[in-house]
């Protein structure tokens, strides 16, 4: 059984500050990795990806992973009140796949 | 131009009665999927379908029933609906399924979501 863990939250940040939220999975096959937003009431939406071991850069955000350590996370640098939110982690393995998801990290962006 | 669409938005019904939801991408994606979040905002796949071929099934009752008549439609046909089924129902789609070669080519895109009331 594949499984994503992530701190349910809420986690609060004062603005401009930096959001680091994390996840680890259980599943080793684990091949990508995807940190998707949503807003309340909103569907997720992609945020960026990751397969290879390091670091990302996306504008303000990047990724990091680490695959020996089965753990992945997002850095939101200069965070906004517009990005609060719940920050979902989701794995993909191998074979046909599909993503299995997290519960989510909720995040909150006090001005 | 919505990407991932789906119908209707809301749906508040008695229980034991049948509903469908609708659901259209026009990316040109061969897989498609059906997620559901509860109220604890727990988002899991229900159904995948590639190619209108069904290749994941999870533990979802048999009162539901994906239909794909062609890879761009996945249908959810729900019979005898309880109170346990109100929920939020996502379509998504994605270009590859087959993860050796995605590298991200998965990646999931989801449609608006279909709240559903049971009452």
């Known amino acids: 059984q594949k499984e994503v863990e992530q701190n349910s939250g809420p986690l609060s940040v004062p603005e401009g500050a930096i959001a680091s939220l994390n996840c680890t999975y259980s599943?080793?096959?684990?091949?990508?990795f995807f940190w998707y937003r949503q807003y309340s009431g909103k569907s997720p939406e992609l945020i960026m990806f990751?397969?290879?071991?390091g670091d990302k850069e996306d504008g303000r955000f990047t990724a990091q992973l680490n695959k020996a350590s089965q753990y992945v996370s997002l850095l939101i640098r200069d965070s906004q009140p517009s990005d609060s939110a719940t920050y979902l982690c989701a794995v993909s393995g191998r074979g046909y796949s599909t993503l299995t998801f997290g519960k989510g990290t909720m995040l909150l962006v006090s001005p | 131009d919505t990407a991932v669409s789906q119908t209707p938005k809301y749906l508040v019904t008695q229980m034991g009665n049948d509903k469908s939801i609708k659901c259209e991408q026009n990316?040109?994606?061969?897989?498609m999927y059906w997620y559901k979040q509860d109220s604890k905002k727990f988002l899991k796949i229900m159904f995948s379908y590639n190619n209108k071929e069904l290749i994941i099934n999870e533990t979802v009752p048999n009162r539901f029933s994906p239909k794909s008549p062609d890879k761009a439609h996945l249908n959810l046909h729900i019979n005898s609906l309880e109170l346990g089924d109100s929920a939020v129902y996502f379509c998504?789609?994605?270009?590859?399924?087959?993860?050796?070669?995605?590298?991200?080519?998965?990646?999931?895109?989801f449609g608006e979501g279909s709240w559903l009331t049971v009452v």
């Open positions: 990751i397969y290879s071991n």
């Open positions: 998504a789609s994605s270009q590859e399924i087959r993860t050796r070669s995605a590298r991200g080519g998965n990646t999931i895109y």
């Open positions: 599943d080793r096959g684990s091949q990508s």
């Open positions: 990316l040109g994606h061969d897989t």
